[in-house]
């Protein structure tokens, strides 16, 4: 399942920054409760799906091959995100803190993408010097994915994300 607007793995990754990034700034200048809970959904379903990429097929295929502290970091980035997001999904943005939750959630996004896309040492320069890993191929498997949880999303929607480094104690 190639998709020739991505040229890579890499590519894919950006592309979606870049639209949970606009997706932010537009929540920014949202009034009303039913669109800016419309748009934090927006959003959540996005960095959902993008975390689950990542972490089941991206930083996967580079364990082992760049530097373990910043899979580490970027699992327990993506954790960080992950309570938040259900946080706002289970909220409203009546809800005291709720803008807040989305502003921090837009903070936190913006550092792990700055993280990963530094030129020369971030995460994903660090991976396209690995030369035995096919981004192309990963791309792929990402598409693939991506089309089942998009189709998942749309018929049931998504479950709450799941941290996957940090464990939360119960209430």
């Given amino acids: 399942m190639a998709d020739q607007e991505f040229t890579d793995a890499i590519a894919l990754l950006k592309a979606d920054h870049r639209k949970v990034e606009a997706l932010f700034e537009k929540y920014e200048g949202t009034g009303g409760a039913a669109a ?9 379903v996005e960095l959902k799906i993008h975390t689950m990429l990542e972490e089941e097929i991206f930083y996967p295929a580079y364990r082992g091959k760049i530097e373990d502290d910043m899979l580490d970091e970027a699992y327990v ?20 803190f709720y803008d807040a939750k989305v502003k921090v959630l837009s903070e936190e996004t913006t550092h792990h993408v700055k993280e990963e896309e530094m030129r020369g040492e971030g995460m994903f ?7 035995d890993v096919d981004l192309v191929a990963l791309r792929d498997a990402m598409l693939a994915r991506k089309k089942e949880l998009v189709a998942q999303e749309e018929s049931q929607g998504l479950p709450p994300a799941e941290p996957h480094a940090v464990k939360l104690q119960p209430a």
């Fill in 36 to 44: 800016k809970k419309k748009l934090a959904h927006r959003i959540c």
């Fill in 77 to 96: 980035e993506h954790d960080g995100a992950k309570v938040l997001i259900n946080d706002i999904e289970a909220g409203s943005p009546e809800d005291d």
């Fill in 125 to 131: 320069a660090q991976c396209r010097k690995v030369e």
